[in-house]
């Protein structure tokens, strides 16, 4: 990417901690119009916790986050599955709205335009008979589907990530993969967090590789090697044993991060 270009997003010397314990240590990241950066990395590395300091979800310890747009609504966020409760009653239609909600206010009644953009984002996903349906009828792939098309609908130009392929099959992955594509074509910023480093070499053509700080950044065939993977564990060893004698501490963090 051009460094003739303004970033999107800047990370400088971003520091987070939790209870006094670091999460990221000195981040500094550039992030540009139509780029796609995937974020790898050991668990409880902060990958999902850079994405949170994105959306201002958790505090800095010292540094900045510069964000190059006036309008909150320009960052759209898909959070792990795990951290949705499918059990609520809402429909496939239901969902899918959420993702104008930013736009047009969140007690405003669903109108003609939304509807049809709705029934275009469905057909787009490959559900366009579901709008009805219950989240819990849906299978895995089903419903990283529909969390695609909410997102379409919040039209917005930052989209984050956080592991969209997990437990998805593999026709849907390749579904889903050409709307992110689409999306970078489109001059929309794209980061997503994954752990699959196949996946990351077909088809992500920048990476960052994080163990709470930046270990490699740039094209992902630089970044994706034997010696950086070996760095990036080695330095997460080190931090756990040094700063995680609590057991208890470390499986909080773990979860959250």
Not at 41 to 55: E, V
Request: net charge neutral; aromatic share 10%.
């Amino acid at each position: 990417m051009s460094q003739d270009l303004k970033p999107t997003l800047s990370f400088k010397n971003v520091t987070i901690a939790y209870k006094n314990s670091l999460a990221l240590e000195n981040i500094s990241l550039d992030f540009f119009k139509g780029s796609l950066t995937a974020i790898l990395g050991p668990n409880g590395g902060g990958k999902s916790t850079l994405l949170k300091s994105i959306l201002g979800l958790v505090p800095l310890e010292s540094g900045e986050i510069k964000k190059f747009s006036s309008k909150y609504k320009d960052i759209a966020y898909l959070p792990q599955q795990t951290e949705i409760d499918r059990t609520f009653p809402l429909t496939v239609n239901d969902v899918i709205a959420f993702g104008a909600c930013q736009a047009k206010g969140f007690f405003k009644e669903i109108n003609q335009e939304t509807n049809v953009s709705i029934q275009k984002a469905l057909e787009k996903v490959g559900l366009k008979e579901a709008g009805s349906r219950s989240l819990h009828t849906l299978s895995g792939g089903q419903f990283q589907r529909v969390l695609f098309a909410r997102t379409m609908l919040q039209d917005a130009q930052i989209i984050l990530l956080d592991e969209p392929f997990a437990a998805v099959d593999r026709f849907t992955i390749e579904d889903l993969i050409k709307i992110i594509k689409e999306w970078a074509t489109e001059g929309r910023t794209i980061i997503v967090v994954s752990h699959d480093l196949e996946f990351v070499q077909t088809y992500f053509p920048q990476s960052i590789l994080l163990a709470r700080r930046v270990i490699a950044y740039g094209p992902t065939e630089k970044v994706i090697t034997l010696k950086n993977l070996r760095q990036a564990r080695q330095v997460s060893y080190e931090w756990e044993e040094s700063n995680f004698q609590d057991d208890k501490t470390m499986q909080f963090l773990k979860n959250d991060v």
